[in-house]
């Protein structure tokens, strides 16, 4: 009789367990943050990064940059005028915080019920670049209200100011079932009830996949720095596959819950 080991030393893992095993207690993340998420499609916490961890982050971030090159971000998707990282998971212990907080995980399992992780990128708006047309996370056509897909979270690295190219966001936009790029007639246009996010360094901003957002010009002279942790609902595909990108060595340093959430 042969036995599976991988199965025999994985005992039977599901999103409650997975939750609670990394920390998410009843209650969490609060009704202030999901009054928020339900409103207005996004919420915010400040100090979420203490300074060490700021640094550890843009640390890292610089030397992949600078190992990377013209190729950041083609596991994934570059952009003209911005820096832009992916496959984090497997590029330092140190991101696998965006993946493994507890109140995130909360967060996001409100909005999703079972979900999975989709992807780890960085995005650094260059000075005079930055700026995006409105869009959603997902393509919101065909579903039905609330029937949400995709949730992202957005880790502040840069303060987030009024000049250096901070995201805009249309509150409450998550529950109209429309893509902006679509229903606008110019979606790069300001539009009338956007909010910008300035915000110190260290904060979370987390939001609805299905949220009009967008990076706005960088008219600043150093790039801003953001991550981004992006969930998806548990039967959809990844934005990068990442049981075809995983490494041993990051197989190695996760627990049976990470994996769960990873979906490796
Ligand atoms: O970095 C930002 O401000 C927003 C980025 C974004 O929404 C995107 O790249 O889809």
């Known amino acids: 009789m042969s036995i599976d080991h991988e199965v025999a030393l994985r005992p039977e893992m599901d999103m409650g367990r997975a939750l609670e095993e990394l920390g998410v207690r009843p209650g969490m993340p609060g009704r202030e943050i999901t009054d928020q998420l339900d409103e207005q499609g996004f919420a ?21 940059a ?62 005079g670049e930055g700026n995006q047309s409105l869009h959603a996370d997902w393509d919101g056509d065909d579903l039905a209200p609330g029937d949400y ?26 529950r109209w079932g429309d893509d902006p790029e679509k229903t606008l007639e ?34 600043d002279t ?7 942790a992006y969930f998806t609902r548990r039967h959809n595909p990844q934005q990068l596959d990442q049981a075809r990108y995983v490494t041993q060595e990051t197989l190695d340093r996760l627990s049976p819950a990470a994996r769960f959430v990873l979906d490796v």
Do not use: Y
């Not at 982050?57 to 992949?64: A, M």
């Not at 009338?192 to 609805?208: C, K, Y």
């Not at 009009?212 to 008219?219: A, E, M």
């Open 44 to 64: 915010f916490i400040p100090g979420v990064l203490n300074e060490f961890l700021l640094e550890s982050l843009r640390g890292r971030l610089n030397v992949l």
């Open 66 to 127: 600078a190992a990377e090159g013209d190729r950041g971000g083609s596991e994934v998707g570059q952009e003209p005028g911005t820096m832009r990282l992916s496959n984090l998971v497997n590029k330092g212990e140190v991101f696998a915080t965006t993946f493994r907080h507890p109140v995130v995980l909360a967060a996001v399992a409100h909005v999703l019920g079972d979900f999975k992780l989709s992807s780890v990128s960085s995005r650094a708006a260059l000075p």
């Open 149 to 174: 897909q995709a949730c992202n979270t957005m880790w502040i690295l840069d303060d987030f100011t009024e000049l250096n190219g901070a995201t805009r966001v249309v509150p409450g936009s998550h």
């Open 186 to 219: 110019d979606s790069w246009a300001p539009h009338p009830d956007q909010q910008l996010v300035t915000a110190p360094a260290g904060s979370l901003l987390i939001f609805n996949g299905h949220l009009w957002h967008g990076g706005t010009q960088n008219r």
């Open 222 to 228: 150093r790039p801003r720095r953001a991550l981004h």
